[in-house]
């Protein structure tokens, strides 16, 4: 039997033709090219890791292979017949499957239930006993205890990924799609996990495994594929990568795109954090912050750096750990109170978290501290919030032709700029920056960094939280980076190379990516 | 403990103590009333709660979806209305003609309301507060504030809500609630037997993941609503049948009640979980609550008040109690046994 010959991190069987190839796939979002010319096999019986930053193009090639987005061009062939996938629907007729961090069950149902629910031909009458039974089978054999009867609710996740996978080999898949897996799951999980994925080898199935632990990628894997910024970088066996090799295959894109903003004369320190933790979100973060500086926050998505930034606002507050602002212990328990401490938080969420998108950009600007703009019956003083907003449109050259103009007719960067003159106007002492620059133009972009540079040289301390590394690289006078709630290391800007900061973001000892 | 968990569902647990709360009510009635546990008192609790039920069964399928119906009150009402005037034009119709015209007649209502909800996007409760007012408007203009009397009714027709079919001891089985319980054993058995009726569970309990494996949720929210309609109707011809004199206000105020039952009896408003069955108890606790206290002489002002106050308390209590249950219930989880020898194990399971 060839697929039983099969042994880890052996080339699979090149004899074999593929299940799945994909070739010349492109696809297009506004302005974003989101993958271009990508051509990726997939064999039976092989584990093809895919690795790459936030934003390589990975999620939108999976949501290609599911249905999901149809590609611009390019061509999907199906053990060698060409096909379209137009919908999930259709995807799982191909025997394509796909499991994600959050398996998508159904909570009200029962196990059994929830593993056929979508097969034809079970018969219009559920026939309950059989239904079970069969369940009760296919769990059995892939070595899975578990209460068919019992409703999908109040399993564990790892019980969850198990009923997704019991319902994709019932479904006879033939190409198994695993999305980051094992973010949530603990190490006798994912143990339990690999088991599974290991028998779904044995048994001929594809695998496309998307995972950023580079270790679990090293351990599973027969073929490792790197993306970058949309394109296909490298297709390789594992026994032809290592750890750096594939980082450098991750960051090597051109740098100096940016310009490195001018260092500022450091003052005192204004924040200063110990062995802040959040129960189950992140542990032990420490770093201080100087008059005039930038501290950069780099990691991967979901490493828990917003729930850092969460944390010094008061929405979602620390556990325990101490914060000092100009050397006084302080305790954020709301946003009000870190407001009145003079720290500032602009949101990666314009829309969910940042602006009141209906109301003008006066109103929005005035919003945190309206306070000041209230006359002493309690009535706004719309002259002096007109004056106030026309002086930061003119300061942050938000392009509108009026400050009464709802902020959602706006472009995405003057938003950001909206954004940040709303908080600005709480005169901070300590700015938070949650990917200030996400979704915007180049030039509003630019605009942005500038302003960033010149409230750092008035004084103020920023905190800026970037997924976008050369951004990262160009602004910060030092890099913190998190991994999975965990600090790894504060670099200087000296120290601080997309390897570097990469191989710390990916976990990987600094002495192996040297 | 552990027999309990394993064979019965928290869910069921909490019908349990609805039916529990029933008989406690009926006790605490008794003694309050004289002359309670009589035939009489029976009839007339079980021919109100037969077409609480009777709507409560097609409110239960709607509200699994995520959806609400607020218009069976005006459908019903409609239905009753006109089904009556035909019948007292054509006293000649046959019986089962009569059900049908009224069925149809809430099915078309229906289609208006699941056309709008699942393809015209427009929120539920947004598109049935409408049909509400709509159809109850068609209702008083068509009707002329005319009011349908027994006396031009058919005798069949007339003698229906007193048709004894069968004795149990020395309680009557009257035909109307006979309907409604031959409605709750088929949707029933639906709910819990038929593929195509769990996917109103499944569409409920997760739409993202019903999506994903491409389960039609517009047309299962359809068939929600025209199946809602068509209990409706079937509950406006029992209620031409109980009363006999129809006004245009016939049967307003039982989307509330409809509602309420359904809550009462357990049925997740944010759609997913609950029975037809269990909304059949709530029926019960519902028509028994209004029935007996209009006995003890309390204004139907306060009845409303009631049953406002134990929509509030089931819907408020429902996620405490329940998430306590579930909690009780929850198992250690998954663990990894030995695979059989039967399968091939090569490669990584031998070493």
Do not use: C
Not at chain 1, 342 to 367: C, F, T
Not at chain 1, 368 to 393: D, H, M, N, Q, W
Not at chain 2, 101 to 127: D, K, T
Not at chain 2, 165 to 175: E, K, P, Q, V
């Amino acid at each position: 039997m060839a697929a039983g010959r099969l042994v880890d991190g052996r080339p699979p069987d090149a004899g074999l033709p593929p299940v799945l190839e994909m070739s010349d796939i492109a696809k297009r979002f506004g302005a974003t090219q989101a993958l271009e010319a990508v051509s990726l096999t997939l064999r039976p019986g092989e584990v093809h890791a895919l690795l790459g930053e936030n934003g390589a193009g990975k999620s939108t090639l999976i949501k290609i292979m599911t249905g999901v987005y149809q590609p611009d061009r390019g061509e999907i062939r199906l053990a060698g017949q060409p096909v379209t996938i137009g919908s999930a629907a259709e995807a799982q007729r191909h025997g394509i499957a796909a499991i994600y961090q959050e398996p998508l069950l159904f909570p009200d149902l029962n196990v059994a239930e929830n593993i056929f629910i979508s097969h034809q031909g079970r018969g219009a009458v559920n026939n309950w006993r059989k239904m079970f039974r069969d369940a009760a089978d296919i769990l059995a054999a892939l070595g899975v205890s578990l209460d068919v009867r019992s409703p999908a609710r109040g399993l564990t996740l790892a019980a969850q990924q198990s009923v997704e996978i019991a319902k994709a080999i019932s479904l006879n898949v033939r190409v198994l799609i695993m999305d980051e897996p094992t973010a949530s799951l603990s190490a006798h999980e994912v143990a339990q996990l690999f088991k599974l994925v290991r028998d779904l080898r044995q048994k001929g199935v594809a695998i496309l495994f998307v995972s950023h632990r580079m270790e679990e990628v090293f351990e599973i894997a027969d073929t490792v594929t790197v993306f970058r910024d949309g394109r296909l970088i490298s297709t390789r066996p594992r026994a032809e990568v290592t750890p750096q090799s594939a980082i450098a295959d991750m960051v090597g894109r051109e740098v100096g795109l940016l310009k490195a903003r001018p260092a500022v004369a450091k003052g005192d320190t204004i924040l200063s954090v110990r062995n802040l933790s959040r129960e189950g979100v992140f542990r032990d973060v420490s770093f201080d912050i100087n008059r005039g500086e930038v501290l950069g926050f780099a990691g991967l998505i979901g490493a828990g750096r917003t729930d850092v930034g969460l944390a010094l606002f008061g929405i979602e507050p620390a556990s325990s750990g101490s914060i000092m602002l100009n050397g006084k212990e302080i305790s954020v328990r709301s946003p009000g109170e870190a407001m009145a401490h003079g720290i500032a938080y602009v949101s990666e969420d314009r829309r969910q978290l940042g602006l009141s998108l209906p109301m003008s950009i006066a109103a929005n600007i005035s919003l945190p501290v309206l306070r000041r703009f209230l006359t002493r019956l309690g009535l706004i003083r719309t002259g002096e919030e007109r004056k106030t907003a026309e002086a930061f449109r003119k300061r942050l050259a938000i392009r509108t032709p009026d400050v009464d103009l709802a902020v959602g007719k706006l472009s995405g960067g003057n938003q950001q700029k909206v954004m940040l003159s709303k908080w600005l106007n709480t005169h901070p002492r300590l700015l938070i920056l949650d990917e200030p620059t996400r979704g915007i133009d180049v030039g509003a972009k630019a605009e942005v960094h500038a302003m960033i540079g010149e409230l750092a040289a008035e004084g103020i301390g920023i905190l800026m939280i970037s997924s976008d590394m050369p951004e990262v690289l160009a602004m910060s006078d030092r890099v913190l980076v998190m991994r999975e709630g965990r600090q790894m290391g504060i670099f200087s800007r000296e120290e601080a190379t997309q390897e570097r900061v990469m191989t710390a973001a990916m976990g990987q000892q600094e002495d192996a990516a040297a | 403990m552990r027999w309990l968990q394993r064979h019965v569902r928290p869910e069921q647990v909490r019908e349990l103590s609805l039916l529990i709360l029933i008989i406690v009510a009926v006790i605490i009635f008794g003694s309050l009333i004289s002359g309670y546990y009589t035939a009489r008192t029976f009839n007339r609790i079980a021919s109100s709660v037969a077409i609480i039920t009777v709507v409560a069964a097609g409110q239960t399928l709607v509200v699994l979806t995520r959806n609400i119906d607020l218009s069976v009150g005006s459908i019903v009402g409609f239905t009753a209305y006109f089904t009556g005037m035909i019948v007292a034009a054509n006293n000649g119709l046959p019986a089962i003609v009569v059900v049908l015209i009224a069925i149809g007649m809430g099915m078309a209502m229906g289609i208006v309301n699941g056309v709008i909800v699942a393809w015209g996007g427009v929120p539920s409760i947004i598109v049935t507060l409408g049909t509400l007012a709509i159809y109850r408007g068609l209702l008083i203009d068509y009707s002329g504030a005319k009011t349908i009397t027994t006396e031009s009714l058919p005798k069949w027709l007339v003698d229906l809500p007193t048709t004894e079919l069968f004795y149990i001891g020395s309680i009557d089985m009257r035909a109307i609630v006979v309907i409604a319980i031959a409605v709750v054993i088929v949707f029933q058995l639906a709910t819990s037997l038929l593929a195509f009726f769990r996917r109103f569970y499944a569409i409920g309990s997760n739409p993202d993941a019903a999506a994903l494996i491409g389960l039609p949720a517009q047309r299962m929210v359809f068939t929600a609503f025209v199946l809602s309609g068509a209990l409706s109707g079937l509950a406006g011809f029992m209620t031409l049948a109980r009363f006999g004199n129809i006004t245009v206000v016939a049967a307003q105020g039982l989307e509330l009640q409809s509602v309420a039952a359904v809550v009462v009896g357990g049925v997740n408003i944010f759609g997913g979980s609950g029975t037809i069955f269990g909304a059949m108890l709530g029926a019960v606790m519902i028509g028994t609550l209004e029935q007996s206290l209009f006995r003890l002489g309390i204004s139907e002002f306060w009845r409303d008040a009631v049953l406002g106050l134990l929509i509030l308390l089931a819907v408020a209590s429902d996620a405490v109690i329940l998430n306590r249950l579930r909690a009780l219930w929850a198992r250690s989880g998954m663990t990894l046994v030995d695979k059989p020898a039967t399968l091939p194990t090569t490669g990584e399971a031998t070493r």
